[in-house]
């Protein structure tokens, strides 16, 4: 099942918005950039290089990332504009490991800044 068009992040604008002020949160399987976006849910973006694998790892590293995104339960709360970059890894790893990296790093971000919480933004 694919995600609806308002889930996603569709434009390079979109896109660059995020790479340019978003957090950044990095993990062994992907990198997690993440901006909030003013609207009540998230979107997804994925970001998946030849680095990851042929075309067949490449879509199988997209699925588990949009499945993930689907099972991760996030309380309510201001929507993120999330970008999940890829790493090599990712396409030989399960959901099941795929859904923990994901939960951890959207637990990371929720996390309050004065708890030694999400890593701050790059300077503009």
Known sequence: MHLRPRQRLRTGAEFDTVFRRGTRLDGRLFLLVALPNGRSFDRLGLAVSRRVGGAVGRNRARRLVRESFRRVERPPGPGFDLVVV??????????????????????????PSGAGGAASPPPR
Do not use: I, S, T, Y
Not at 91 to 111: I, P
């Open 86 to 111: 890829a790493r090599a890894p990712l396409a030989g790893r399960g959901q099941a490991e795929v859904d923990r990296e994901l939960r951890e790093r959207v637990r990371r971000l929720l996390r």
